[in-house]
């Protein structure tokens, strides 16, 4: 540990209290590796404050002694960002203490909530006051509030309500300095120059700390139903898509795309799940329609699909009798990257493009992969609707874990992002960039763009003691040979 780094432990120990330093290496270790066991870093404390008052003194602090900090939420990242580095250069701030649910206003549908607030705990509370917050994702019961904005975390709900930066109306952060950010009102109009708000949202803590955030909150879903059905190619699920908006608006709000190898994993691996249908179709569909009336959900639904089947974009259809088998459709969609991975190695890639391309590039790219790199088989599985897949390339039977992502799975990766940017898309349509995709992003991105998020960086952050290696770097990478 540097000197810097023993002078801030011992500032916070003496401002902050025994509960907001954490060095004992068995409490610490579960937070120096990342959700998918990817990466793996140092770090001589966890620093946890439990006010906005003292996450300032200790980024304040952190700024005047020169350490790295590395902003922490649930550790959910997918791609690394909350992992500190592997030179234990930096101490984790952790955000989990900051976990009040200041204000729900059902009225104004606004709920104001500290960083350290779970997701699971708002939905709680929001259903509580007659109203819902409407983003959910499978780490529901672990990401927290800051990790979600940070990262403009997505879900299964964005066909409807969008990202989570469509959700946020305020934020409070303290920003590298030490200085605090105050936005948390909800301003319908606001026009004095650059949105900081919503630079914050995505920057995966590059640029400061959020700290709590005024969201957006919708009424209490009245009426649910929840439909499975089988189809015969992605470019038929797009179709029974349009054709469902076509007749309901803004009814439906999760259409998920899952593969017949997916399921087969599910129902392989995942103890307790059973097929919906009784056929084999190659592809499925998971629909959720939500009505505002009692009872108003299943006999819609029913009809949109009864209608699919008559005009051929679905051959088999089932609709959940209640929410148990409701909850146990969704299961097998959210169990997909826990059956794949326990199959073997799994290179997971979560990426975009325009929505009525994705069915085209669903296969062509499968094509592609498979063929350039003979035995690994893809799925592609997740919203359609938002043009968004999680596409995954999987090692053959046997395969050696390491050896296998060594010398197949990064070149996959590289030719898995060089077609999504052929096609227009994202190489990060949910899951952000942290470090696992930082030098794709370079690789890829045009000369401005990354010029322009570095000059963001250095002009908030110009000594990068704000998640030092994520995102972006103020020194550009080298060229890959």
Known sequence: ?????????????????????VTDVADIAPWLTDWRGRFHGRAAAVLAPDSVDGVQFVVGRAHELGVPLTPQGGNTSMVGGATPPADGSALILSLRRLNRIRSIDA??????????????????AADAEGVRFPLTLGARGSATIGG????????????????????????????????????????????????????LVGAEGTLGVVTAATLRLVPAAIDRATGWLGVDSPQQALKLLRA????????????????KLALDLVLKHIPGTRPPLDGSHPWLVLVDYVAANPGGARPALEALMQDALTAGFAQDAVIAANEA??????????????AERAEGPTIAHDISVPVDAMPAFIESASRRVEATFPGVWCSAFGHLGDGNVHFHVNAPPGAD?????????????HLVYDLVVAA??????????????????????????????????????????????KLVTLAPARPTP
Not at 5 to 11: N, R
Not at 107 to 124: F, K, M, Q, S, Y
Not at 401 to 413: D, K
């Open 424 to 469: 227009g898309g994202s190489i990060s349509a949910e899951h952000g960039i942290g470090q696992m995709k930082r030098d794709e992003l370079e690789r890829l991105s045009p000369p401005a763009r990354m010029a322009a998020l570095r000059a963001i960086k250095r002009a908030f952050d110009p000594h990068e003691l704000m998640n030092p290696g």
């Open 325 to 338: 088998q409701a909850e146990a459709f969704w299961r097998l969609r959210d169990s997909i990257s826990e």
């Open 107 to 124: 009225t104004a549908g606004l709920a104001v909530t500290e960083a350290g607030v779970i997701l699971a705990n708002l939905h709680t």
């Open 401 to 413: 874990p390491e050896r296998w992502r060594a010398e197949v799975g990064e070149a996959a990766s």
């Open 1 to 21: 540990m540097t000197a810097a780094g023993s002078a801030l432990i011992d500032a916070v120990h003496a401002r902050l209290g025994d509960k907001a330093v």
């Open 148 to 199: 979600l904005v940070s990262t403009n975390a997505g879900g299964t709900q964005v066909l409807r309500f969008g990202t989570m930066r469509s959700l946020v109306a305020g934020i409070e952060a303290v920003l590298p300095d030490g200085s605090r950010h105050d936005g948390l009102a909800a301003l319908k109009k606001d026009n004095r120059g650059y949105d900081l708000d919503h630079l």
């Open 244 to 259: 469902m908006e076509r007749r309901s608006g803004t009814a439906i709000e999760s259409f998920e795309l899952v593969p």
